[in-house]
């Protein structure tokens, strides 16, 4: 089975390579000031040549390259290889920015989206609240419009990056008299004023990536809002779906099942590489094929978007999929580690590329419980898999009436 992308998408494969090997990592000129000088002229340098910001328009900070899906990934693939940069990572590429993109304000895109490309603001996100986390419309945070201000009162739960960040993309009900759905809207918020209590959330992994955030009358000015007042659920089905792509990525799976592999190959047991085990050879073959699977659905995926077709049930599965191959990963990594695996975890590292110490694929199982509900939990999903894309009955258990 021939899987190259073709004489074109090799020879721009070639055209990405030699871009890499002049420019990252820096040296000479490029390499001068700080890290985050390095990273700003890399980026920049990258931007130029079409290679990053490539679905923004130049006008915001980016490239404005045509849609073109085999690009994108031979772009993927290459700096991946490298261990270049490419976008920031977070939430605000991965979601807000193209929520904007789609939905914002002209001056919101103006204000927003290129010091977000270019790493100089970060962003967290308000959604889940004590009560409201897989069923978010039942949100109770209340916003009320003030003169030109917005006033925001209530809490959200398992924020990431709280702490970190500079604005919340928010969730809050500002129709108190609407049906749930009906009453919400998308506010921006400052995180940097009076009123806003961060409280970070010990993990058992040791960290605490997640925060609550407490609402005392904290407010932002009324035109900080996306699309119209009463519309934010619409706006989050856009940010959401981005966000789940994103969970589904096959490429980190691919670089978890290698460090995987250079572990069994490290590890003893029995006094023998845990690698000669002809049970952990079969299961990380095992392992593999579900990697193989998920990656030539997301070329099926690919074909259909060249097409200009719907992805249909497949574009809802890349989520479930990738939370499913990861947890079996780190289960297969606990077992080769035995004991070794019950002590206390590394630093946070979820880059299989970079897990090169045991401690830290403990941290790492114990996070494939949080990836599995992020986005929307792996149940919820298997519900909007069998509904939307197989045409199953609705779930009777969910109250959706209210």
Not at 171 to 199: C, F
Not at 209 to 225: A, C, G, L, R, S
Not at 316 to 324: A, E, I, Q, R
Not at 344 to 373: C, K
Request: glycine fraction near 12%; hydrophobic fraction near 35%; proline fraction near 4%.
């Amino acid at each position: 089975m021939d899987l190259s992308y073709g004489k074109e998408f090799e020879a721009f494969r070639g055209e990405v390579k030699a871009f890499l090997k002049a420019s990252w990592p820096p040296s000479g000129a490029a390499g001068q000031g700080s890290k985050d000088e390095q990273l700003r002229r890399f980026r920049e340098l990258a931007i130029s040549k079409g290679y990053l910001g490539r679905s923004i328009p130049k006008k915001y900070g980016g490239s404005e390259q045509a849609p073109d899906p085999l690009r994108g990934q031979v772009i993927q693939e290459e700096f991946a290889a490298a261990g270049a940069p490419m976008e920031p990572r977070g939430i605000g590429m991965m979601m807000l920015v193209p929520t904007l993109l789609d939905r914002g304000e002209e001056w919101q895109k103006d204000k927003f989206v290129r010091a977000t490309l270019m790493g100089e603001i970060a962003w967290c996100q308000g959604y889940s609240e004590p009560g409201s986390g897989s069923d978010l419309a039942s949100l109770k945070t209340r916003g009320e419009l003030v003169g030109d201000e917005w006033v925001i009162n209530g809490q959200k739960i398992w924020t990431s990056s709280a702490h970190e960040a500079d604005f919340m993309f928010c969730l809050v009900r500002t129709e108190p008299n609407e049906k749930k759905h009906a009453g919400i809207s998308y506010l921006l918020i400052d995180m940097k004023q009076p009123g806003i209590d961060v409280r970070p959330l010990r993990e058992m992994t040791g960290g605490a990536m997640f925060n609550e955030v407490f609402f005392n009358k904290v407010k932002t000015p009324k035109d900080w809002i996306v699309g119209k007042r009463g519309e934010g659920w619409l706006v989050s089905r856009t940010t959401l779906k981005h966000e789940r792509n994103s969970i589904g990525n096959a490429g980190q799976m691919t670089a978890l099942l290698d460090a995987l592999v250079a572990t069994a190959k490290r590890r003893k047991i029995d006094g023998r590489p845990a690698i000669a085990d002809p049970e952990i050879r079969r299961r990380l073959v095992e392992v593999e094929g579900y990697i193989r699977a998920h990656q030539y659905s997301g070329f099926l995926q690919m074909t259909k978007d060249l097409k200009k077709e719907s992805p249909g049930v497949m574009g809802l599965m890349n989520k479930v999929n990738s939370t499913h191959i990861g947890h079996r990963i780190a289960k297969l990594a606990m077992e080769i580690l035995g004991d070794d695996g019950s002590v206390a975890p590394g630093e946070r590292n979820l880059m299989g590329a970079e897990m090169d110490s045991d401690s830290t694929w403990t941290n790492y199982y114990m996070a494939t419980v949080g990836i599995a509900i992020a986005g929307g939990t792996a149940n919820v999903q298997r519900n909007v898999i069998a509904e939307r894309g197989l045409g199953l009955p609705r779930d009777t258990a969910a109250d959706r009436s209210k």
